[in-house]
């Protein structure tokens, strides 16, 4: 019988439809239901593509006997991530306090005013490792809510109160300035893996956002040893089990150092960010090996990501079956040297192994390896290379597919917009800029709607129950503000002014802080707020950039003192824990460099617009546009007339102005291009 559960829209929520455990979704229902039957709410929180979710709920939320004690003794009430951000985060903060650490499936036991009283992750169907069965766990929550509940009551209250009192440190006055950079470059350089590229040990993530800054430092300090370690990082990944050598994209981390196997679920976010860096770096050094990721990264999202409404989905799951028909991780992408033969031929094969890294023992399990490119084989034949990757790519098309998590949620679709529209402009591919344009039309129509505030996810062309948080608003504004500069339509910066209207009315507080619910969103425990970048910008840092963009833009005083003063936490994040607050850091050196104000009086996709975009200048603006309209729809293109009747570039910051120019060498220049 299918519960409450079939009516969401969310494709995790949905995979429990037709559990035997009677699933409410998140809602004060809920909540009264258990007031009303004095039972305590069990909380399951996880996402669609999170492999250990599908374990306990195989395991546990499958099982009758699981599932009738649950219904009996709880209200159960599952949440997707993804979803509810701000509930995911607020009791995820609980369970790392309570447990010393965190993860999905997240399973946390509240009183009918949703205050957590025990926690847990995923727990097994036996007891094992020390760990109690789920059972059992069931069984003594229950046993404490009828005997105990002075207890259960006070260690509640304690929790929450501890949660209250957990005010953020705020940056003090003032924003990160170049001694916060310098230690926070210095402390990245100390933590940097020399041997393998990227930052600390296993399990290694993608760290797009710190690259992103090393970058930026380099263009505008001229700092090698950031250029380094950001190409070097770049390379590793490239070549390593993390990229997916037939297909293109990136999965989400790597379980070891050296990038050899990964976590095999592939997210939008992590690929739309690399996409944006692989584009990046390539400006920075014309890498050919940078040209091809960006490029193959973009493709991917666009071929195995999009939806039927133009959207882009969330993910892509680690499980698939394998030839026996079982669900397991890395299915679809690992090889057996048996398997090259197959597929090659002796000839062939032994070719493939050798530049894919593909042995008899194998580097994944049972005997398969994952593809890489382990560099060792000397010089290759490229025809031959293309010619075995396009017939190992189409005999992998006949196994069976991960599934995908067809979710379209706002904030990453903001990223994935910013990253396909500026790769088409670096790479002359009009086409991935109307694939951004399009998600970008999505998020108009069906996230903003007839209501006028973004939300957070939607399905099939139809808008999710939840609100959007702070990331949605700055990622989305991001993203619109990207499409403005390559696209010369000023529809889109319009749209990213609403949008940070909302962060400066709604989602702004005392002294330059920000929230990541707005003020009229649902209360819960605790009001969240995390400025630090993790898996993608956090909110905070998010709107900071979108923010100064849009000040640079407009010339708005509102919004770059907003910026501002939400960059006073990034002065005092940056030298402490770098690698955690990396969109950060690119903002700040957005502001240490103005950032510049590029305005071509010309036409859109010439010359001088081309070379403005492929500018090095961190966080510089471009607008572009030519004839007596240009100005309503950028103001920097106001009062800019053209030079002797050519296409003309201005280049100002700090209230300064260069002289114009109508040479794109000149322009080139100015921008450290």
Same mark, same amino acid.
Request: a negative charge; one cysteine or more.
């Given at each position: ?268 976010? @992590? ?45 892509? @799951? ?356």
């Amino acid at each position: 019988m299918a519960n409450r559960l079939a009516q969401t829209t969310s494709p995790y929520l949905l995979q429990h439809a037709d559990n035997p455990v009677d699933w409410w979704p998140w809602s004060s229902e809920a909540f009264e239901e258990a007031r009303k039957r004095d039972v305590p709410v069990l909380l399951s929180v996880g996402y669609a593509s999170c492999h250990w979710c599908h374990v306990m709920a195989h395991e546990s939320f499958e099982d009758e006997t699981v599932a009738a004690y649950l219904n009996a003794h709880f209200v159960p009430v599952k949440v997707d991530r993804e979803e509810r951000p701000d509930v995911d985060a607020v009791y995820m903060e609980a369970v790392q306090a309570a447990t010393g650490h965190g993860g999905w499936p997240m399973t946390v036991f509240l009183t009918p005013d949703a205050e957590p009283f025990y926690f847990g992750t995923y727990f097994p169907p036996e007891p094992r490792h020390g760990s109690p069965s789920f059972q059992q766990v069931l069984e003594g929550v229950t046993t404490a809510w009828a005997d105990r509940r002075d207890e259960v009551a006070e260690v509640a209250g304690r929790i929450v109160a501890d949660l209250a009192g957990r005010s953020l440190v705020h940056g003090g006055d003032g924003v990160p300035g170049e001694s916060e950079v310098a230690q926070a470059l210095l402390g990245l350089t100390r933590e940097y893996d020399e041997q393998h590229g990227g930052f600390g040990g296993a399990p290694k993530f993608p760290p797009a956002m710190v690259v992103e800054f090393l970058l930026r430092h380099h263009a505008r300090t001229g700092a090698e040893g950031a250029l380094q370690m950001a190409a070097d990082t770049c390379a590793a990944m490239a070549r390593g089990g993390i990229y997916d050598q037939l297909g293109g994209g990136f999965a989400r981390y790597s379980v070891d150092r050296e990038w050899i196997v990964p976590h095999f679920e592939k997210m939008l976010y @992590d690929n739309a960010l690399l996409c944006r860096v692989y584009a990046h770096l390539w400006r920075a050094t014309g890498s050919d090996e940078a040209r091809r990721i960006a490029l193959e990264t973009a493709d991917f999202m666009v071929r195995e990501l999009r939806t039927a409404e133009g959207g882009f989905a969330s993910a892509l @799951d680690a499980d698939s079956e394998d030839a026996e028909g079982k669900h397991v991780e890395g299915a679809f992408y690992v090889w057996t040297p048996e398997q090259l033969r197959e597929v090659l031929g002796e000839d062939d094969a032994a070719f493939a192994a050798d530049y894919f890294g593909v042995t008899e023992e194998g580097t994944f399990e049972e005997g398969a390896s994952v593809l890489r490119l382990p560099g060792d084989a000397g010089p290759v034949d490229a025809d031959r290379v293309a010619g075995v990757r396009a017939r190992l790519l189409a005999a992998r098309d006949e196994r069976p597919h991960p599934g995908r998590d067809d979710k379209v949620v706002a904030a990453w679709n903001g990223l994935a917009i910013a990253a396909l529209a500026e790769t088409g402009a670096c790479f002359d591919r009009p086409d991935l800029v109307e694939r951004a344009t399009e998600a970008a039309d999505l998020l108009v129509r069906v996230h903003l709607g007839e209501v006028a505030r973004l939300t957070r996810t939607s399905k099939d062309g139809r808008a999710g129950d939840n609100a959007g948080v702070l990331e949605d608003y700055g990622d989305v504004a991001e993203g619109f503000l990207t499409l403005a500069a390559v696209t010369g339509e000023g529809a889109w910066l319009e749209f990213a002014g609403f949008l940070l209207d909302i962060v400066l009315e709604q989602f702004t507080g005392e002294g330059g802080q920000l929230y990541d619910t707005a003020h009229d969103a649902e209360q819960l425990i605790r009001r969240p707020q995390d400025p630090t970048d993790s898996a993608t910008p956090s909110g905070w840092t998010a709107a900071a950039g979108a923010l100064l963009s849009y000040a640079a833009y407009t010339g708005s005083e509102a919004h770059r003192t907003a910026a501002e003063g939400a960059l006073g936490v990034v002065k005092a994040l940056g030298p402490r824990v770098p690698r955690f607050v990396g969109w950060g850091l690119a903002v700040a050196e957005a502001l240490l460099d103005g950032p510049r104000e590029v305005a071509v009086a010309g036409p859109v996709g010439g010359e001088l617009h081309r070379t403005a975009l492929l500018g090095r200048a961190p966080g510089a603006v471009v607008a572009a546009g030519e004839g007596p309209g240009a100005g309503a729809e950028f103001p920097l293109l106001v009062d800019r007339p053209l030079v002797g009747g050519e296409p003309t570039a201005y280049v100002c910051r700090h209230f300064v102005c260069d002289a114009p120019t109508t040479d794109a060498r000149e322009l080139a220049a100015k921008l450290g291009g």
